[in-house]
């Protein structure tokens, strides 16, 4: 935002935009880490989709068998 746009929605209330609560924790979001309150929740909600908590359900392919009977 440039200075005159500030001075332009100065008489709002709200200067900045209105922040959400952290996805993570709760607390206020910053703008920096947005849409976390900081580094720490964003890498937490990464970590969770490495580990696959908000994968795709993928319905069960029995029928992938590719016959490499390793045993
Ligand atoms: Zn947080």
Known sequence: MTKAEEIKVGSKVEPLRKTRP????GRPSLRE???FCS?????????R???GSYAIPVTEDETKADGSDQD
């Open 33 to 35: 880490h947005y849409p």
């Open 49 to 51: 989709w490495l580990n």
């Open 39 to 47: 580094d720490r929740c964003r890498s937490v909600d990464l970590s």
């Open 22 to 25: 952290c996805p993570e924790c």
